[in-house]
C-alpha cells in the first residue's frame, strides 16, 4: 500500500516569507498528486493537482508544486506568504490504478503571523 | 458548483447509541468517500463507495457500516459508538474511473461520543 510523509506539522511564518512544505510519497508506478487546503471553518479543498504534463503545477493563490518523480517528492511552494494562507495542508496520493482512492498525508498547519 | 452536505455539522451521542451519518452530493459522482480527520493523523479512509449498493473497506473499517442505495446519497452507520470513534467525519465524492480527478468535500460532522 502507498504511503504520503508530510515532513513538518507545524509551520509559523511571518507573512512575505517563502513556503515550502515537504511531501514525499512511496509508490513506484503512475500516480496523480494532489494538495488539499483547509481554511479555518472551511471545507476541505482542492489546491493543485498534477496528473500528467508539465511537473511543475500552479495552482490557486500563487501555489505551485514541482513533482521529481526520481525523488518520489511533490513539495508545495509560495515565494511569499499572507497571513490569509494560515490553513491546514494536506498532500495526497492516488495511484492510477486505485480507483479514485487517494492516501493522504498528516497534514501541516501553517501559522502566518501578520 | 459541486456541492456535498452533511446532515449535520455537530453531534453528541452516547457510548451505545446506533449513529447515522448522512451525505449527499449533488454532481452525479460515481465515487463516494467517508473519512474520519483526527489530529496530527490526517485523513483515514473508512469506506468507499464506487457505485449504488457497492462498497470497499478502507483502512479503518471497524465498528462503522455504510449504505449506499442511492447515487447521490452514502450513509456512514456506527452500529455501537464508542467513545474512541469522537472525530470529525468528513464525506467526499468524485468521478468514477479517472484517478486524476479532484476529490470534493463536505463540511464535515464533529461527533463526540460520552
Known amino acids: 500500500a502507498q504511503s504520503v510523509s508530510q515532513h513538518n506539522h507545524h509551520v509559523i511564518l511571518s507573512e512575505a516569507a517563502s513556503l515550502e512544505l515537504g511531501c514525499n510519497y512511496s509508490?513506484?508506478?503512475?500516480?496523480?498528486l494532489f494538495w488539499y487546503v483547509q481554511y479555518p471553518g472551511q471545507h476541505l479543498q482542492l489546491l493543485l493537482k498534477?496528473?500528467?504534463?508539465?511537473?511543475l503545477v500552479k495552482g490557486i493563490k500563487g501555489f505551485e508544486a514541482e513533482f521529481i518523480k526520481s525523488k518520489f517528492s511533490f513539495n508545495l511552494r509560495k515565494p511569499s506568504v499572507q497571513w490569509s494562507d494560515t490553513a491546514e495542508y494536506f498532500c495526497a496520493v492516488n495511484p492510477d490504478t486505485n480507483a479514485g482512492k487517494s492516501t493522504f498525508g498528516d497534514g501541516t498547519t501553517l501559522t502566518v503571523k501578520p | 458548483d459541486v456541492k456535498v452536505t452533511q446532515s449535520s455539522r455537530y453531534l453528541v451521542k452516547r457510548t451505545g447509541e446506533k449513529v447515522f451519518l448522512e451525505c449527499v452530493q449533488d454532481m452525479d459522482h460515481e465515487n463516494m468517500f467517508w473519512y474520519r480527520q483526527d489530529p496530527g493523523l490526517g485523513l483515514r479512509l473508512i469506506y468507499f463507495?464506487?457505485?449504488?449498493?457497492?462498497?470497499e473497506k478502507g483502512d479503518i473499517p471497524e465498528g462503522y457500516s455504510v449504505s449506499r442505495e442511492k447515487k447521490e446519497r452514502f450513509s456512514l452507520i456506527l452500529e455501537s459508538a464508542s467513545t474512541n470513534q469522537t472525530s470529525m467525519y468528513l464525506c467526499a465524492s468524485s468521478f468514477r474511473d479517472s484517478p486524476g480527478d479532484t476529490q470534493y468535500f463536505g463540511p464535515g460532522t464533529r461527533l463526540t461520543v460520552l
Open positions: 463507495s464506487y457505485d449504488v449498493k457497492m462498497k
Open positions: 509508490y513506484g508506478g503512475t500516480v496523480n
Open positions: 498534477y496528473f500528467s504534463g508539465d511537473p
